[in-house]
């Protein structure tokens, strides 16, 4: 029974791109997916190639909808604001929030356990009995954060509201590559989530990893064009049959070996 719903959302969605077709040829068979390439394991370089679970998910649904797949890297702050084609997704790690709910639709959440670390020289922070991070060690201190993201308006928010990092200053970066490059130099640590914090850690001998304490849990959707019901209620069977097989922790768990390789 899934399959025949699938099938036939992608008939639907498939329709509506030859409607639209009529007044953009070019775009018939295309799916752009915006994304920004310094966010391993979910989209990350290698050599001249974005690779990463996101990327994978994408090249899952072009797939399954007949399209031909356009990866777009772009800037992470850009990627709600610029989604305005009807046959264009954002898949970045994209944390589903009110404020961007207000500008595009979500798909289901494909991963729900997007936690804010923060990087640190080995040895420069102390553990309290949880083995987290408490918010007063990061009082007055220069945090650096991937514009745009979760951690970026976490960090601005509790700067502003004189909460767990009260007296701090966030300093934005174009990825959280960069930023963890620039620790001990440009900021003192990096508040970024869970898997690129622990991914950018193991691959730094100097770097550690920990989750920040007295924050929530977050999960990332799929951004697609406001009101495109058709393209998102295709989405969300190609995750639900995802997920139930098991291939996005599969592929977690490939690109995390690869990374640490």
């Known amino acids: 029974m899934k399959k025949i719903l699938v099938i036939l959302l992608i008939i639907v969605f498939a ?71 009807d046959n264009a997704i954002g898949l970045a790690g994209i944390t589903i929030t009110p404020d961007r709910e207000q500008a595009v639709d979500f798909s289901i959440p494909y991963f729900g356990d997007a936690i804010q670390y923060v990087i640190y020289p080995k040895g420069a922070l102390e553990l309290n009995d949880e083995l987290m991070i408490e918010g007063d060690l990061l009082k007055n201190k220069v945090l650096g954060v991937q514009t745009g993201t979760t951690g970026d308006n976490i960090v601005q928010v509790e700067v502003k509201e004189g909460g767990l990092f009260a007296g701090a200053t966030a300093k934005g970066y174009d990825n959280a590559l960069i930023a963890a490059d620039d620790i001990g130099s440009g900021c003192d640590y990096v508040v970024i989530d869970r898997l690129t914090a622990l991914q950018i850690a193991a691959a730094n001998n100097n770097l550690e990893a920990s989750q ?50």
């Open 15 to 85: 329709c509506s791109l030859f409607v639209l077709s009529a007044c953009e040829k070019d775009k018939k068979t295309v799916l752009y997916v915006y994304t920004e390439s310094g966010f391993p394991p979910f989209e990350y370089s290698k050599g001249d190639e974005i690779v990463g679970v996101d990327i994978e998910i994408a090249k899952a649904i072009a797939k399954e909808l007949g399209m031909e797949l356009v990866v777009r890297d772009v800037m992470f702050d850009s990627i709600v604001s610029g989604i305005n084609e």
């Open 212 to 261: 920040i304490a007295g924050l929530d849990a977050e999960s990332y959707g799929i951004a697609v064009k406001k009101g495109n019901k058709v393209l998102l209620n295709a989405i969300n069977w190609i995750l639900h049959n995802l997920l139930e097989e098991g291939k996005i922790d599969q592929w977690l768990e490939e690109h995390s070996e690869s990374i640490e390789e």
